[in-house]
Each structure stands twice: as structure tokens, then as C-alpha cells.
T-cell receptor, first 118, second 106 residues
């Protein structure tokens, strides 16, 4: 079974541009969560989608948005990029929403997209 | 909200040594995961452990949910064990600790 895939793996943008990142979950998984990782702030939760609906959202400005398609693939978009948006963006998939503590509900992470904003 | 604290924040060991990483949490939880983030940024699942003890090769984990902590043991460390170890707990969302950065010297 293929793991979680993220594209692109690396991205360089300039301030003010926008960017779209993609995440394909493990086959059969319907929940996708996004995280931002920076050296100073650690792993921060962005949002979670389940069955095409945003289920939960972290404390990020409205420039960060996402969506999920009927095949469970998810995209996140960052508009009007700022230097501070430079980070590793990770997505994770699980069968059902990740916060539901069931024994079968492990989260599996993709390799990440490393975004650099110049 | 729930607080997750990991200790120590940094650990440098010689190859072959054993180590114990700790994860304390402030509220009762029904599950916990341990991850290893390798130098390329990939988060690798180690254990999914709500309570009790699990072992996988040189790694083992114990969670005592009633006392709100979990321990990750690494025995006979290898240089490939280097990286950052995170514990994560489901709450209204998944909450991650700040991690323990482990560096194994050859």
C-alpha cells in the first residue's frame, strides 16, 4: 500500500506570491491534516479535512486555506506569502479524524514540502 | 488546552548507549503516538500506545495513562537513530510535544 505523498517536495517563492501544496492520503484514509513546522515554533496544526469538510482549524491567518476533494486528496493554499511562511509543511492521513482515539486510527505522515519564501 | 512536555530537549550519546525519552501530558488521554523525524524531515511512526508497553526491536515504549506520562526507550543506539523524537496526543486535534533532539556519535 502506497504511503502519503506530497507534491512538490521543494518550492521557492517570493514575498507576495501564492502557493498550492498537494497531499494524497493512503488509500482508504478519509482524513487529512496539515501541519507547519518551523525551527522556532515546532509542529503547529493548520487544519484537518474529513469527507471534504474542514473539521478543525488551527490558529493561522486567513491567508492559509485548504480543501479536500471527493477522492480524499487535499490541497492547501497560502496567499500573499510572507518571509515567515518559510517552513516544512507536513500532511498526515488517517482513517477517520485524527483526534478520535481508536486503536486503528494512527496518523501517517508524508515526506513534506519544504517552502522557502525569498 | 492540553499541555505536552518532552524531556530532555537535547541528548547527545555515544553509539551503543541506551536512552530514555519522556513525554508528560496534562490531561487524561486515550491514545498516544511516538514519531521519529529523520534528518530529511520525514516523520516515521514508532508506536501507537494508549497504555502498557510495546516493543519493536531495539525500541520500546511504555505509557502510564493514569500518571500522564509515556517513556520511549532506545537501546544500543545507532547513528541512524539520530533525529528528533516527538510524542503526539489526540485531543480536539493532535497535539505534539516540542520533541527531543537525539544525536548519536559514531
Amino acid at each position: 500500500k502506497a504511503g502519503v505523498t506530497q507534491t512538490p517536495r521543494y518550492l521557492i517563492k517570493t514575498r507576495g506570491q501564492q502557493v498550492t501544496l498537494s497531499c494524497s492520503p493512503i488509500s482508504g484514509h478519509r482524513s487529512v491534516s496539515w501541519y507547519q513546522q518551523t525551527p522556532g515554533q515546532g509542529l503547529q496544526f493548520l487544519f484537518e479535512y474529513f469527507s471534504e469538510t474542514q473539521r478543525n482549524k488551527g490558529n493561522f491567518p486567513g491567508r492559509f486555506s485548504g480543501r479536500q476533494f471527493s477522492n480524499s486528496r487535499s490541497e492547501m493554499n497560502v496567499s500573499t506569502l510572507e518571509l515567515g511562511d518559510s517552513a516544512l509543511y507536513l500532511c498526515a492521513s488517517s482513517l477517520i479524524p485524527g483526534a478520535i482515539p481508536k486503536s486503528y486510527n494512527e496518523q501517517f505522515f508524508g515526506p513534506g514540502t519544504r517552502l522557502t519564501v525569498l | 488546552g492540553i499541555q505536552v512536555e518532552q524531556s530532555p530537549p537535547d541528548l547527545i550519546l555515544q553509539e551503543g548507549a541506551n536512552s530514555t525519552l519522556r513525554c508528560n501530558f496534562s490531561d487524561s488521554v486515550n491514545n498516544l503516538q511516538w514519531f521519529h523525524q529523520n534528518p530529511w524531515g520525514q516523520l516515521i511512526n514508532l508506536f501507537y500506545i494508549p497504555s502498557g508497553t510495546k516493543q519493536n526491536g531495539r525500541l520500546s515504549a511504555t505509557t502510564v495513562a493514569t500518571e500522564r506520562y509515556s517513556l520511549l526507550y532506545i537501546s544500543s543506539s545507532q547513528t541512524t537513530d539520530s533525529g528528533v523524537y516527538f510524542c503526539a496526543l489526540p485531543h480536539d486535534k493532535i497535539i505534539f510535544g516540542k520533541g527531543t533532539r537525539l544525536h548519536i556519535l559514531p
